[in-house]
């Protein structure tokens, strides 16, 4: 077969393991061709894209972002979008079928086009580890161990100064990232959007530690929805799609403790940073693994449906389980991290 392959929606630390995987598994095992279109779903539109012979994804697992460039083009939105453009694009290049490796926007529109009559499976990837139907998704694991670095630097110069110590992590609308590093980072506070809480409740904690004479720490998503706000504080526009802009909470919770406690505060807002670099072994084995499972997926011509994690194997599923809302944070997984805050 001739199979295109694409990287779409936000990078993510993994993208370029799925791509060396699927291309190696697929010349050694079945004798295909790989092509890789450029910047997301704009590729297949325009027509754009490279050849992704064997030595093009030599030493490719450990690089960070990704070869094919990315975009948040929507299959359906560009004006050439479209199954029908799309079922000519492919054809005309001879290419029998897609492999679609993106978040739940792109995989919303691999669904669609699978639907439409594309021939299109997918490979979930975020850093937020937002997507239902997989445990995990690659990109996760390298976010929340830069994350954590990040936030036993800024302990000790908190500890130094004797300051409350804010960050402000990625995420969107869940808070799997706030939750992780903050545990892993041994947090004093933890604030994510799935769990409304009260300032007054946060400058408790960061009091209880500051009186101990330690440096408190705050971890806040970017998604964090303070308790008497509607929604999420997203002071930095729209995305291409509509969707809001998210950060700035960090600075706001800061204020907010140094305002109620007197106590002198800093924010740090991590930013991009949690999605750049080389991806941990981890998700290079993660990524690697759904790059191999999709490409079986492809010659089973399961159209629709995606590589995902269930306990330690690589499952296939139908794309529309994993598009059946945003996987939060239980309830229990915030209150099992809840009984160390303030201590
Ligand atoms: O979905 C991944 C993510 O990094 C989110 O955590 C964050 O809100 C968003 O993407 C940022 O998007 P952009 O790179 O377009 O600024």
């Given at each position: 077969m001739r199979i295109g392959l694409l990287?779409?929606?936000?990078?993510?630390?993994g993208l370029n393991a799925v791509i060396?995987?699927?291309?190696?598994?697929?010349?050694?095992?079945y004798g295909d061709e790989f092509v890789g279109f450029k910047g997301g779903w704009r590729g297949v539109i325009e027509g754009d894209y490279i050849d992704l012979p064997r030595q093009s994804v030599r030493g490719l697992s450990r690089e960070g972002g990704t070869i094919l460039g990315t975009?948040?083009?929507?299959?359906y939105n560009h004006p050439q979008g479209g199954p029908e453009n799309m079922a000519k694009q492919l054809k005309r290049h001879d290419i029998d079928a897609v492999i679609a490796i993106g978040g739940e926007g792109t995989l919303a529109g691999a669904k669609r086009l699978a639907d439409d009559g594309i021939p299109v499976v997918g490979v979930p990837k975020t850093i937020d580890n937002d997507l239902k139907a997989t445990d995990y998704t690659f990109g996760f694991d390298t976010a929340i161990s830069i994350a954590t670095d990040a936030m036993d630097r800024l302990r000790t110069t908190g500890e130094s100064h004797h300051r409350c110590m804010?960050?402000?992590?990625?995420?969107?609308?869940?808070?799997?990232?706030?939750l992780h590093s903050g545990m892993a980072a041994g947090a004093h506070a933890i604030l994510i959007p799935e769990h409304r809480i009260s300032m007054d409740q946060v400058c408790e904690w960061v009091e209880q530690v500051h009186?101990?004479?330690?440096?408190?720490?705050?971890?806040?998503?970017?998604?964090f929805i303070p308790e008497d706000a509607e929604e999420a504080l997203a002071g930095k526009g729209e995305e291409e799609d509509g969707r809001p802009r998210l950060g700035g909470i960090g600075d706001w919770v800061t204020r907010q403790i140094e305002a109620k406690t007197g106590i002198e505060s800093r924010n740090t807002t991590l930013g991009h940073i949690q999605r750049g670099g080389n991806p941990t072994g981890y998700d290079r084995v993660l990524?690697?693994?759904?790059?191999?499972?999709?490409?079986d997926l492809v010659h089973e011509r399961a159209w629709g449906h995606m590589a995902a994690l269930r306990g330690t194997e690589i499952v296939k599923v139908d794309l529309a389980e994993a598009l059946?809302?945003?996987?939060?944070?239980?309830?229990?997984?915030?209150?099992?991290?809840?009984?160390?805050?303030?201590?």
């Open positions: 990287t779409s929606g936000g990078d993510c630390p060396r995987s699927s291309v190696l598994h697929g010349i050694k095992s975009s948040r083009t929507h299959p804010v960050a402000e992590v990625m995420g969107r609308h869940v808070g799997w990232i706030a009186s101990r004479g330690r440096s408190p720490l705050v971890v806040v998503a970017e998604g990524a690697t693994r759904f790059g191999i499972r999709a490409l059946d809302g945003l996987k939060a944070v239980p309830a229990e997984r915030y209150d099992e991290a809840q009984i160390l805050f303030g201590r």
